[in-house]
């Protein structure tokens, strides 16, 4: 999961109107008195066999045991006192750790957020495939947060009309509400990647669509394979992600394309709801679903589904078909 040197920063946000000035500095800013972006040893938080560890190069470290107690075993712990954790984190020798990562052992780095949003049609080229007008504000839905699986899990598969959306998640770290946009990455522990895995027929079964169901089904929300702190990445606002299913590229694009950047969407959040500690933002994701595609493409029983964001890693999940009824 190495990471990597980018140029570009902030968001293009655009609207059928017009890109305001204040939108613009939204985007384009450094948090005051946060980290210096790309300046950090790579490290990153995992769930490996529901125990906190830090992945530093190839190897794993148990958090409890190397910090003598002072972390608990418990994943979300770490990111309830993420900015102790990654003090404690940075002064790591990658020579310390002891065990072998095993991505198949990996379970969802934050598994029990209070909350999980997801926010729709955030990348201008998907709001394009699916013929609507951009959004003047976000669209927000919510994830079940058992649907949340990890980044080598199997999708089972609810229906034969089953899409991928590959999707920058946003793990949040220092709690608050209304949270001004130029202080709103100081608030995010870090990022992971996540598949906001989507039953279509279930979402369109009817008028107007519901969304938050057919996205929520047992496992149809991998996360992984680890919460990568802000200060790895040296523009957290312009990242490559891709999808390829069975071995064919689906989707390709930068988290920069966003219609409303990761500052935008925390600080449009926090208006509404306090977040806290461990929530979560699914940030939209980019063209190349299925459902849009002529013909229509969709899941299908034996097929990998593997995501990739730049800086943070690979998931790697196979389709499979339900179980049978007890």
Not at 54 to 59: F, M, Q, S
Not at 72 to 95: C, I, K, N, Y
Not at 99 to 126: C, M, Q, W
Request: include cysteine; charge should be neutral.
């Amino acid at each position: 999961m190495p990471a990597a040197k980018l140029g570009r920063s902030g968001s293009k946000r655009q609207t059928t109107a017009r890109v305001g000035s204040a939108a613009k500095a939204a985007t384009n800013w450094t948090p005051r008195g946060g980290p210096q972006y790309g300046s950090a040893m790579r490290i990153g938080l995992v769930n490996l066999k529901g125990r906190a560890s830090v992945v530093l190069g190839e190897r794993v470290l148990d958090v409890e045991r190397a910090s003598a107690g002072r972390f608990s075993a418990d994943p979300m712990a770490a990111v309830e006192r993420w900015d102790a954790f990654v003090e404690w984190a940075h002064g790591l020798r990658t020579g310390e750790a002891d065990t072998a990562l095993d991505e198949s052992h990996l379970g969802p780095p934050v598994p029990r957020p209070a909350k999980v949003f997801a926010i729709g049609l955030n990348y201008r080229e998907h709001a394009k495939e699916a013929g609507l007008e951009l959004p003047a504000t976000p669209m927000v839905f919510t994830k079940f947060p058992t649907c949340l699986v990890g980044p080598r899990a199997a999708v089972v598969l609810s229906s034969a009309y089953v899409d991928w959306e590959v999707e920058l998640v946003v793990v949040i770290g220092r709690g608050g509400d209304r949270i001004a946009t130029d202080r709103a990455l100081g608030h995010v522990a870090g990022y992971t990647i996540g598949q906001d895995i989507s039953d279509r027929r279930l979402q369109f079964s009817d008028r107007p669509p519901q969304f938050s169901l057919g996205k929520s089904i047992n496992t149809f929300g991998p996360i992984g394979p680890a919460i990568v702190p802000l200060d790895a990445f040296t523009d957290p606002n312009d990242l490559a992600l891709t999808c390829d299913v069975a071995g064919e590229s689906m989707q390709a694009a930068r988290t920069s394309d966003m219609i409303f950047a990761v500052p935008e969407l925390v600080a449009y959040l926090s208006r509404f709801c306090t977040l806290e500690p461990g929530d979560l933002i699914f940030t939209g994701t980019p063209s190349g679903v299925g459902s849009t595609r002529d013909p229509r493409r969709y899941l299908q029983e034996g097929e990998e589904i593997v995501s990739r964001i730049e800086g943070i890693g690979t998931m790697v999940n196979r389709c499979v078909a339900p179980r049978a009824a007890d």
